[in-house]
């Protein structure tokens, strides 16, 4: 099959395929979904297929109004549709009890629940008006792997795979929204987003953030709790603030392949670095690192000599919280310098 790449002039072409039951990747703000017409079963399928993805890995719901969420959620609390009024459209992803029935467990992974998603993107938005039903939208990478922030990384991963990507340049956010959890009867931040704890406690009050490990037989309730996310071929090391750069320097020049270092601006000119370090700038602050990490990891991941990556941690408050979640599940953990 061939991937056509389509612009923004296109999107009645990408709407059309949509509604042939294809799958077309899309743009949001914060990074490329792999879309298909979520009242199509048999599309809905292909997605898992496409991306390598555990059926019991629950899809989000992407819409373009309320009124979209409204036909398939079975109860929205009074505190949901506060935060639509302040989020929506954006990065918070909500999630409902659904009617029974209303959408199939394909998307559902089995659960009564189902993830509402209205992205602050324009094209998006379109796409999903001239398709004219809801879009699903895992972020459109191999599974595993960090998630696209371009339509060249959906390329990379899922040519030949899929009928289209629309192309809106690199995403603004950089980090999947947050998935916050209304359907019981506490809210719960599923995953950590550019739209913060304390943002929404602005809005309705004390939440609770979700910290349970996921059995190996359990549903996930919390994205990427229970499968490998976010990683490149290579181990990557987490430099935690306060670590001296000339000791990652060193620590680099000693190994026997090469080393990806990725840091902000102000770190890599300070370092003279050594014949077998590759850089990546993240920028200049927590924003512009949130945007970048996933770039930085995908370069280092089709270099084969790269056999280790060391990447600046920030401190996890506001948006360092979602670049910290996101940082860590690459690492699987790993901080350097830390004893094994
Ligand atoms: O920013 C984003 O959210 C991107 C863009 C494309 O919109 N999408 C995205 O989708 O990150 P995905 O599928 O990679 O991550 C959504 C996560 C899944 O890992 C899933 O576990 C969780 O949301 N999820 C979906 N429905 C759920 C439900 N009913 N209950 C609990 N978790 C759910
Ligand atoms: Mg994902």
Redo the contacts with the bound molecule.
């Keep these: 099959m061939d991937t056509r790449i389509f612009q923004l002039d296109e999107i009645d072409e990408a709407a059309k395929l949509i509604q042939d039951g294809q799958l077309v990747a899309f743009p ?1 703000e ?4 792999l879309g298909a017409d979520a009242t199509n079963e048999k599309a809905v399928k292909q997605v898992y297929l496409a991306k390598g993805r555990p059926s019991d ?4 719901v ?1 819409i373009c109004s309320k009124d979209m969420a409204e036909k398939y959620a079975q109860h929205i609390p009074d505190d949901a549709y506060k935060l639509m009024d302040h989020f929506w459209p954006g ?1 918070l ?1 909500m ?1 409902f009890k659904i009617k029974p029935g209303s959408l199939s467990k394909t998307v ?2 089995g ?1 009564k ?3 509402f ?1 209205f ?1 602050d993107c324009k094209p998006t938005l379109d796409l999903i008006k001239k398709a004219g039903r809801p879009i699903v ?4 990478n191999t599974s595993g792997k960090p ?1 696209p922030t371009t339509a060249q990384h959906v390329y990379h991963d899922l040519a030949g795979k899929i009928a289209g990507i629309l192309d809106n340049g690199p995403t603004r956010v950089g980090v ?2 947050t ?1 916050l ?1 209304m ?1 019981g009867d506490h809210p719960v931040i ?2 950590p ?1 550019a739209v913060t704890k304390q943002m929404i406690e602005d809005v309705i009050g004390s939440i609770d953030v979700n910290h349970h490990k996921v059995g190996k037989h359990e549903t ?5 709790m229970k499968y490998k996310h976010y990683a490149p071929a290579a181990q990557v090391y987490v430099v935690d603030p306060g670590t001296n750069w000339d000791d990652v320097v060193a620590w680099i020049k000693q190994q026997p392949f090469d080393v990806g270092m990725m840091a902000e601006e102000k770190i890599l000119q300070h370092e003279v670095l050594p014949m077998n370090a590759s850089q990546f700038s993240l920028g200049n602050n927590v924003q512009d690192a949130s945007a970048r990490l996933f770039d930085g990891l995908r370069e280092f991941d089709d270099k084969p000599n790269v056999k280790a990556i060391v990447c600046q941690a920030f401190p996890a408050e506001g948006l360092g919280v979602a670049y910290m979640n996101r940082l860590n599940k690459s690492a699987g953990g790993v901080h350097f310098g830390q004893k094994k």
Aim: aromatic letters at 2%; proline letters at 13%.
């Design positions: 949001t914060t990074v490329y979904g890995n629950p899809l989000i992407h990065s992803t999630i559902t992974g659960l629940t189902a993830a998603r992205p939208g895992p972020s459109a998630s999947e929204s998935v959890d359907s599923l995953r987003g996930p309730k919390a994205p990427g």
